[in-house]
């Protein structure tokens, strides 16, 4: 990702200038200097090619006339009265996607006084964020790209704006968080397994996380038989991996517990998936991937809160060793699961976690991510998380924090009517229940092993962690989301 700096001047060396212009031609203060310098060359260039301002969208003018700059990029801002965080963010993520490749190794946009819905600090910090984010990239293993298609920019500079860069902190910490997420879905799972994903975590014990980890003769003792069911067939070990932030200073605070799905790759198991796009389920871990980042930015950016999240780490492979549709295997907690389709083994696998998170840590919160059913991406497509709860106030905090991180979540139903569904008749319950209402049966069966008074949610993430084409904030490929939405519910509700 490129280096976000909040220098007092431009430096003078000639690079490239971004300045902002808003609905109706208004110029800010940096554009209305660039247009007299020009002698008038950037109100000419907006005329030519019907600029709006709407936010994000760009003229770019190569090496003006009397304009000491590589290039001047004018980028709509949008009404002012919208101009907020999340606006922010998309001009910075317009400006990496534009710049990224351009040759240029510097760019700075001037934001004196310009009109924001929030401080302009804020909104400088957001836009350093935005670019951060959209300039990341996962070309570890090209070996033969044409150097037009490497990435040249290195840095962005805000200028005009004093005091962003203390603000701008909390967020780098949270882009790094991202990072590591979207680094882990990203990764193939001949690199990324239970084990090598462990191994990859220990770095945050540097940031003060502590971590625990239960290899596989931990969870036979413990009676972990769903979980372990899922990974029988792969000679690849499960895991079992906790990672505590407490930045309450108190050891005795109650923690808020996220438990992630980390399927490191999904075949499907016996009940095997088709082929085509078979190696897309190497993201089947994304939930695991989102909370790991978000324990990195909480810890990264010393949130005054007491988190703890457990990740459920195993791999789904058809051996002969693996088990078969009909098989009935007893999870943690002593409730039998008769599996009826391998292929729905996210929900085995979360079970044991959040009841051994229970039994562990005690705690009034637990929220699950799991990139879980294809059918919440059949109901929600790719615009929202799927979210399902028992408490109506947890519901609302989730809401607000998707709708303030730009990570948004749909609430949908659970209930008795449904719960009947996945009744089994040989043992407590069967993993699938019919197609219709999929991804509502699979919350119903995790929802049985959520402990009377703890308020839960179940977020289904399966369209949101992989993107076939680019977004505000993020370039196709893994998107990492998950990590600022659990951060900012963590920061709207959980610390002072």
Same mark, same amino acid.
């Given at each position: 990702?490129?280096?976000? +700096?909040?220098?007092?001047?431009?430096?003078?060396?000639?690079?490239?200038?971004?300045?902002?212009?808003?609905?109706?031609?208004?110029?800010?203060?940096?554009?209305?200097?660039?247009?007299?310098?020009?002698?008038?060359?950037?109100?000419?260039?907006?005329?030519? #090619?019907?600029?709006?301002? &709407?936010?994000?969208?760009?003229?770019?003018?190569?090496?003006?006339?009397?304009? %000491?700059?590589?290039?001047?990029?004018?980028?709509?801002? =949008?009404?002012?009265?919208?101009?907020?965080?999340?606006?922010?963010?998309?001009?910075?993520?317009?400006? %990496?996607?534009?710049?990224?490749?351009?040759?240029?190794?510097?760019?700075?946009?001037?934001?004196?006084?310009?009109?924001?819905?929030?401080?302009?600090?804020?909104? #400088?910090?957001?836009? =350093?964020?935005?670019?951060?984010?959209? *300039?990341?990239?996962?070309?570890?293993?090209?070996?033969?790209?044409?150097?037009?298609?490497?990435?040249?920019?290195?840095?962005?500079?805000?200028?005009?704006?004093?005091?962003?860069?203390?603000?701008?902190?909390?967020?780098?910490?949270?882009?790094?968080?991202?990072?590591?997420?979207?680094?882990?879905?990203?990764?193939?799972?001949?690199?990324?397994?239970?084990?090598?994903?462990?191994?990859?975590?220990? *770095?945050?014990?540097?940031?003060?996380?502590?971590?625990?980890?239960?290899?596989?003769? &931990?969870?036979?003792?413990?009676?972990?038989?769903?979980?372990?069911?899922?990974?029988?067939? *792969?000679?690849? %070990?499960?895991?079992?991996? #906790?990672?505590?932030?407490?930045?309450?200073?108190?050891?005795?605070?109650?923690?808020?517990?996220?438990?992630?799905?980390?399927?490191?790759?999904?075949?499907?198991?016996?009940?095997?998936?088709?082929?085509?796009?078979?190696?897309?389920?190497?993201?089947?871990?994304?939930?695991?991937?989102?909370?790991?980042?978000?324990?990195?930015?909480?810890?990264?950016?010393?949130?005054?809160?007491?988190?703890?999240?457990?990740?459920?780490?195993?791999?789904?492979?058809?051996?002969?060793?693996?088990?078969?549709?009909?098989?009935?295997?007893?999870?943690?907690? +002593?409730?039998?699961?008769?599996?009826?389709?391998?292929?729905?083994?996210?929900?085995?696998?979360?079970?044991?976690?959040?009841?051994?998170?229970?039994?562990?840590?005690?705690? &009034?919160?637990?929220?699950?991510?799991?990139?879980?059913?294809?059918?919440?991406?059949?109901?929600?497509?790719?615009?929202?998380? +799927?979210?399902?709860?028992?408490?109506?106030?947890?519901?609302?905090?989730?809401?607000?924090?998707?709708?303030?991180?730009?990570?948004?979540?749909?609430?949908?139903?659970?209930?008795? #009517?449904?719960?009947?569904?996945?009744?089994?008749?040989?043992?407590?319950?069967?993993?699938?229940?019919?197609?219709?209402?999929?991804?509502?049966?699979? %919350?119903?069966?995790?929802?049985?092993?959520?402990?009377?008074?703890?308020?839960?949610?179940?977020?289904?993430?399966?369209?949101?962690?992989?993107?076939?084409?680019? =977004?505000?904030?993020?370039?196709? =490929?893994?998107?990492?989301?998950?990590?600022?939405?659990?951060?900012?519910?963590?920061?709207?509700?959980?610390?002072?």
């Amino acid at each position: 990702m490129i280096t976000i +700096g909040f220098p007092t001047a431009i430096d003078s060396t000639p690079h490239a200038q971004i300045v902002l212009v808003g609905p109706d031609m208004a110029l800010s203060a940096a554009a209305a200097a660039i247009d007299t310098a020009s002698a008038g060359q950037l109100r000419q260039a907006l005329t030519t #090619a019907r600029f709006d301002g &709407e936010a994000g969208s760009i003229v770019e003018i190569i090496a003006p006339a009397g304009v %000491a700059a590589t290039r001047v990029l004018a980028i709509g801002c =949008g009404p002012a009265d919208k101009a907020n965080a999340a606006q922010f963010e998309k001009l910075g993520g317009a400006i %990496a996607a534009r710049l990224q490749t351009s040759g240029e190794t510097r760019a700075s946009v001037d934001l004196s006084g310009v009109t924001a819905a929030l401080p302009l600090a804020g909104a #400088a910090a957001h836009l =350093g964020h935005g670019a951060m984010l959209r *300039s990341y990239r996962f070309d570890k293993y090209r070996t033969t790209m044409k150097a037009k298609a490497k990435p040249t920019l290195e840095a962005l500079d805000i200028v005009g704006v004093p005091g962003a860069d203390v603000y701008h902190a909390n967020l780098a910490a949270i882009a790094a968080g991202v990072a590591r997420t979207r680094d882990l879905v990203s990764e193939p799972a001949n690199i990324i397994y239970p084990e090598s994903f462990v191994e990859s975590a220990r *770095s945050l014990a540097d940031l003060g996380v502590e971590l625990t980890v239960l290899g596989e003769p &931990e969870m036979k003792a413990l009676g972990m038989g769903a979980l372990l069911g899922v990974a029988q067939g *792969s000679v690849r %070990a499960p895991r079992l991996l #906790a990672m505590r932030w407490n930045g309450t200073g108190n050891p005795d605070a109650k923690p808020v517990v996220f438990v992630g799905k980390g399927v490191t790759f999904d075949t499907g198991g016996i009940s095997i998936k088709p082929a085509a796009n078979m190696e897309d389920m190497k993201w089947d871990m994304g939930g695991a991937g989102a909370v790991t980042g978000a324990m990195h930015a909480l810890a990264a950016r010393k949130a005054k809160a007491h988190v703890i999240g457990v990740v459920g780490l195993v791999e789904n492979m058809p051996d002969g060793n693996a088990q078969r549709p009909g098989d009935v295997v007893t999870s943690m907690n +002593g409730q039998t699961i008769e599996v009826i389709n391998t292929d729905a083994e996210g929900r085995l696998v979360l079970c044991d976690a959040i009841w051994w998170a229970q039994e562990q840590f005690n705690p &009034e919160v637990v929220i699950d991510l799991a990139t879980l059913t294809g059918a919440i991406i059949i109901s929600l497509g790719h615009e929202y998380g +799927g979210m399902f709860a028992n408490d109506d106030g947890l519901a609302k905090q989730l809401k607000t924090a998707g709708e303030t991180s730009g990570e948004r979540l749909w609430r949908m139903p659970i209930g008795d #009517a449904y719960d009947g569904l996945i009744d089994s008749a040989i043992a407590d319950m069967k993993n699938v229940g019919p197609r219709e209402g999929g991804s509502v049966t699979a %919350a119903q069966f995790i929802k049985r092993f959520v402990k009377p008074g703890v308020k839960w949610a179940h977020l289904d993430i399966a369209g949101m962690v992989w993107a076939a084409k680019p =977004g505000a904030v993020f370039d196709k =490929g893994a998107t990492g989301y998950g990590v600022r939405l659990l951060d900012r519910f963590i920061a709207e509700n959980y610390e002072a």
